[in-house]
T-cell receptor, first 113, second 114 residues
Framework: DARVTQTPRHKVTEMGQEVTMRCQPILGHNTVFWYRQTMMQGLELLAYFRNRAPLDDSGMPKDRFSAEMPDATLATLKIQPSEPRDSAVYFC???????????FGQGTRLTVV | KQEVTQIPAALSVPEGENLVLNCSFTDSAIYNLQWFRQDPGKGLTSLLLIQSSQREQTSGRLNASLDKSSGRSTLYIAASQPGDSATYLCAVRPSLGTASKLTFGTGTRLQVTL
């Protein structure tokens, strides 16, 4: 059962703390996307990778967010320091290529208090 | 800048009805369009992917159409069931050669009642 796996599913943290979210893309998919979903903004693209190389991270606040792919089976999104306005659901998605069907994980619901 | 609009924002129909969800986009230079459903507190499930060269795609009771020139897509759900209750999102991907960003609509929240 191929699917995108995200951990943790829920995270509550205090303002100023570092948060790391993880994603395991579907095996064989060479494209990974990070999205953030809020009630106000809907779904926004934060960053995406192809073959582990970052192609576009213009959607991320660079001063506090960073995205990496240490290997083909793991993508990470870090926030340091976290702020209450970062509270949202963060989704990872993967695809065979940049323009084929994207498959989403279940998301990490982040609450920063 | 691409903008994607979905109308209505919410829809309630009795079980068994056929229904149409609408999606419109401002820039017709798209590579493909994807329809998703999202259940409360869950991730997105891909329903249909329709390429810019296609007019429609079908999967079971779902049929998606695309009129690229007019910037519109519709998702037709036949014989709706309570299990179809969810938020339906459409997303467009720009043409090749530009950043491969899915731009999402804000969704239509569908409730199918018994």
């Amino acid at each position: 059962d191929a699917r995108v796996t995200q951990t943790p599913r829920h995270k509550v943290t205090e303002m100023g703390q570092e948060v790391t979210m993880r994603c395991q893309p579907i095996l064989g998919h060479n494209t990974v996307f990070w999205y953030r979903q809020t009630m106000m903004q809907g779904l926004e693209l934060l960053a995406y990778f192809r073959n582990r190389a970052p192609l576009d991270d213009s959607g991320m606040p660079k001063d506090r967010f960073s995205a990496e792919m240490p290997d083909a089976t793991l993508a990470t999104l870090k926030i340091q320091p976290s702020e209450p306005r970062d509270s949202a659901v963060y989704f990872c998605a993967s695809g065979l290529t940049l323009n084929t069907e994207a498959f989403f994980g279940q998301g990490t619901r982040l609450t920063v208090v | 800048k691409q903008e994607v609009t979905q109308i209505p924002a919410a829809l309630s129909v009795p079980e068994g009805e056929n229904l149409v969800l609408n999606c419109s986009f401002t820039d017709s230079a798209i590579y493909n369009l994807q329809w998703f459903r999202q259940d409360p507190g869950k991730g997105l499930t891909s329903l249909l992917l329709i390429q810019s060269s296609q007019r429609e795609q079908t999967s079971g009771r779902l049929n998606a159409s695309l009129d690229k020139s007019s910037g519109r897509s519709t998702l037709y759900i036949a014989a709706s069931q309570p299990g179809d209750s969810a938020t339906y999102l459409c997303a467009v991907r720009p043409s090749l050669g530009t950043a491969s960003k899915l731009t999402f609509g804000t969704g239509t929240r569908l409730q199918v009642t018994l």
